[in-house]
């Protein structure tokens, strides 16, 4: 198990280098200079030139990228153009906001799609199976800011039970939960369409597996023997979707985050995009690389876990 | 006791089972053979209340007076690992990967008798120590992954007795083993039934394994028992047919018609080394290297059939690939035709083309999408594409007795049989001077298994064709090579002419698998008519 982790740990290290250098190297290829940007277009060679030495911009580029990664693993990922203030602090204020909203969708959605993956797996081929894929087939199709609009008209407009949008920040933790709670449903609803068919398919596969009819040799029922035998052996593919939702949730919310006035990390990027802030669309891209290979990482781990044939 | 009466079971208004009436008493082993196909495994899962789903059962399944069959699944599911268990034929995949050996036969326990964990892993620990998996060297917690093929269906069969059931269902439970683990686990199979007094159920296809182990034998065919009674009554008189026809297979000789002898060697393997580096043990640990073929030489002549055998990990298979040129050698040299046979692409595809294979499963190793004459003609890459394939194919699928329109069929629209003389079509079609045969007739039920055999000799005999037949088989060695090579631990520790190293074993490695051979009584074989003529018992 140790030299597994060791050599997870090894993988995401290098990752996370190469990730930082390829986001570093595409920001400084995009044509444009940032201390002209910054100063505006009427301003003096003198005083550019003066700005790019301050800014470190006159260095090679390998020590430039040096010096980026130093302040970047101190916390420092620059000063974004337009507001001046510390990137690092404005990712950490929309993450606030986007961490929470992504965990509580991918949970919403595990909880979800577990019930109805394994109730069509066990029902196989019936018209149980059928209906219930019908059903997520068409949650896949739709678009999720549909069903937040739907959700919003019935729980906030409707029946004023949950604000139809905002943020009042941790402050008001009870309040913060109820706000994220109806955009959290909206993402985690095609997950968990997703999430359900990914679960049956495996499970399906499973199903059909000579330890299963041991099983049921041993006196176990059908349903004994999908929730003790089959339900751990699917979970690779599952945990393998999963991780690559929760990279999704995290920086893809963007529509939901519009539809619910939600100051997210999404609609950071996108601003920051618009007003072309090259420094915050590299730190926010960072933090979200690095958020994905981590996860990845996570998802590893819990392959080993699962299963005791990879543990070498 | 648990009986039959008049089970029957059918799918869409197609019988597959046809009023089997079977008495299971205690003590007993009872051995049901037939071929694949002739319901003896449906009839295990009828009795087990198991049957695929859209199949019912009717007749009756007595356990105690009350009918299995009336049963709700309540009820059968505290029947099932309790009254009767049942282990399945392929070990490797018959327990979950993902549980230690001693939470999969505990559970057993957990379910029917409500044990707590503990007190269930120690009852676990003993039935396993019963069927010879003690502690300390198979604790509880290894995983399946970590057991042999031998060791998994003995786990497998703990956790059916841990119970101690009324009826023991083995369905072909020594088919993917090796001969010596075979033996071990019969051994173990009927020092079980004396111990416990339990009802054994054997299905097999195998006449001399039952010939050894049971005390009464059903022979079935299409869903119905056509001969039953004490097992040596049975092999003696072979009342009917069918069971005639089945000995008469299991013996079969294929009849040779040889071309003239051409002692020039056509494959040579000298001072042959395979190595593979084995994963670290631990952090720091060097790196292992095993060597699973150890400075293997033999000579194989123009025409002529050898075997190779030997247990599963004796190195058959890695040495069968690097002669197929598929794997580097590590050390020494393989000749074919005085060329040397390398691995990837610096093996010239004319070298390659006087070299074919067929392997034990007749349809993985076809693409299911093709067609048949894109099949068979596929080996036509290492020789261009002549302009008449389609009446190469239809020859070569000919000369197989592969006939009508089966060029334009898939290939899972033929029997297991059929495929397998397709892929001996499609070894022919370029005309190879040597084809090596891995496992080819293994999957094959007896009767179906003599008729590729008499179509091999037939073809070696017209082609002038060479074999290298690689089996774990000992009795279809016999009946087709000329020399056997016996390897073991990647050395081959004893060569010779088949009949003399099967006759007369030197090493002891060959006579412990010629000992645990099961074979049929040669006194029960004596002057049985078959079709009118007296055969007269074998040379011992």
Redesign the interface.
């Known amino acids: 198990m140790l030299r597994y982790v060791i050599r997870r740990l090894i993988s995401l290290g290098l990752s996370l280098l190469l990730a930082s250098a390829l986001i570093f190297s595409v920001v400084e290829l995009v044509p444009g200079d940032p201390a002209s940007f910054m100063l505006g277009t009427g301003a003096q060679p003198e005083t550019v030139a003066a700005l790019r030495q301050q800014m470190g911009l006159d260095l090679p580029l390998p020590l430039r990228y040096l010096h980026w990664l130093g302040g970047v693993l101190a916390g420092d990922l620059g000063h974004s153009f337009t507001y001046k203030t510390p990137v690092a602090g404005m990712i950490l204020d929309r993450m606030q906001v986007s961490l929470p909203l992504a965990l509580m969708a991918l949970a919403l959605a595990v909880l979800i799609a577990l019930p109805i993956g394994m109730f069509a797996a066990a029902r196989r081929g019936r018209a149980g199976d059928t209906g219930v894929m019908a059903a997520t087939q068409v949650g896949i199709a739709l678009p999720n800011f549909w069903f937040a609009m739907l959700l919003v008209l019935l729980f906030a407009v409707k029946l004023r039970w949950l604000p139809a949008g905002g943020f009042p920040g941790w402050d008001h933790p009870a309040a913060a939960l109820k706000s994220l709670l109806l955009p959290a449903v909206a993402l985690a609803l095609p997950q968990a369409a997703i999430l359900a068919r990914v679960l049956r398919s495996a499970l399906v596969e499973t199903l059909g597996q000579d330890y299963i009819r041991t099983a049921r040799a041993k006196g176990l029922s059908a349903g004994q023997a999908l929730s003790r035998h089959a339900l751990r052996n699917a979970l690779i593919p599952v945990l393998t979707i999963m991780g690559m939702q929760f990279s999704f949730l995290l920086a893809g919310a963007i529509i939901i985050e519009n539809v619910f006035y939600l100051p997210g990390l999404g609609r950071l990027i996108f601003q920051a995009i618009t007003q072309r802030d090259l420094i915050v669309v590299q730190g926010a891209v960072l933090v979200l690389v690095a958020a994905v290979i981590l996860v990845t990482f996570l998802v590893d781990l819990s392959y080993a876990l699962v299963d005791p044939r990879l543990r070498r | 006791m648990i009986r039959t009466d008049r089970l029957a079971v059918g799918i869409g208004g197609h019988d597959i089972l046809r009023g089997i009436d079977l008495a299971l008493p205690p003590g007993r082993i009872t051995g049901l053979v037939g071929e694949s196909g002739s319901g003896k495994s449906m009839a295990a899962l009828a009795i087990?209340g198991?049957l695929p789903?859209g199949m019912a059962a009717e007749g009756r399944v007595e356990l105690d007076g009350q009918n299995l069959l009336e049963l709700p699944?309540?009820e059968l599911?505290?029947?099932?690992?309790?009254r009767i268990?049942?282990i399945?034929q392929?070990p490797m995949?018959?327990?979950?990967?993902?549980?230690t050996i001693g939470d999969q036969v505990a559970?057993?326990l957990r379910?029917?008798q409500g044990l707590d964990r503990k007190t269930a892993q120690e009852r676990a620990r003993d039935r396993l120590d019963r069927v010879g998996l003690a502690a300390p060297r198979f604790p509880l917690t290894l995983?399946p992954?970590e057991l042999s093929g031998g060791q998994r269906q003995r786990v497998?069969i703990a956790?059916?007795i841990a119970l101690r059931p009324d009826l023991l269902i083995a369905d072909e439970p020594t088919t993917a083993l090796d001969v010596t683990t075979q033996a071990r686990i019969l051994d173990l199979l009927k020092g079980l039934v004396r111990d416990e007094g339990m009802a054994l159920l054997l299905i097999t296809h195998d006449l001399a394994v039952v010939a050894g182990i049971a005390d009464h034998v059903a022979v079935m065919q299409r869903g119905t028992i056509v001969e039953e009674g004490p097992t040596e009554q049975v092999f003696r008189q072979r009342r009917h047919a069918y069971t005639r026809a089945l000995f008469a297979a299991s013996t079969h000789q294929p009849r040779l018609v040889l071309p003239p002898a051409q002692p020039r060697p056509l494959l040579q393997v000298e001072g042959a080394v395979r190595e593979y580096p084995l994963?670290?043990r631990?952090?720091a640990a060097p790196r292992e290297i095993l060597r699973a073929v150890d400075g293997v030489g033999f000579r194989l002549d123009a025409g002529e059939s050898v075997g190779l055998v030997g247990e599963s990990g004796c190195g058959k298979s890695t040495l069968t690939r690097a002669i197929l040129g598929l794997d580097p050698l590590q050390g020494g040299r393989i000749l074919l035709d005085g060329q040397e046979v390398r691995a990837g692409r610096a093996m010239a595809a004319e070298l390659r083309a006087r070299m074919q294979v067929v392997f034990q499963d007749p349809f993985g190793s076809f693409d299911p999408r093709w067609r048949v004459e894109r099949l068979v003609a596929e080996p036509f890459h290492l020789t261009g594409l002549p302009r008449d394939w389609r009446e190469q194919v239809a020859e070569a699928l000919y000369e197989v007795g592969i006939t009508g329109d089966a060029m334009r069929r898939h290939i899972h629209e033929f029997s297991g049989g059929q495929r397998q003389r397709i892929a001996i079509a499609r070894a022919l079609i370029i005309k190879p001077r040597l084809i090596v045969l891995d496992e080819a007739v293994s999957a094959l039920d007896v009767r179906v298994r003599a008729q590729v055999l008499d179509l091999l000799a037939r073809l070696r005999g017209s082609h002038g064709l060479a074999y290298l037949f690689i089996s774990h088989d000992l009795s279809v060695v016999r009946q087709i090579t000329d020399r056997v090579l016996v390897m073991e631990k990647g050395r081959i520790v004893e060569a010779g002419p088949t009949h003399q190293v099967l006759g007369q074993p030197q090493h002891p490695y060959t006579q412990s698998l010629l000992e645990a051979t099961p074979r049929i009584p040669a006194a029960w074989q004596a002057h049985i008519p078959v079709n009118g003529l007296a055969l007269s018992p074998p040379a011992p």
């Open positions: 087990m198991l789903q699944e309540r599911c505290r029947i099932r690992g309790k268990g049942m399945f392929e995949t018959a327990l979950n990967p993902l549980m559970e057993v379910i029917h995983y992954h497998a956790l059916a994963p670290r631990g952090l």
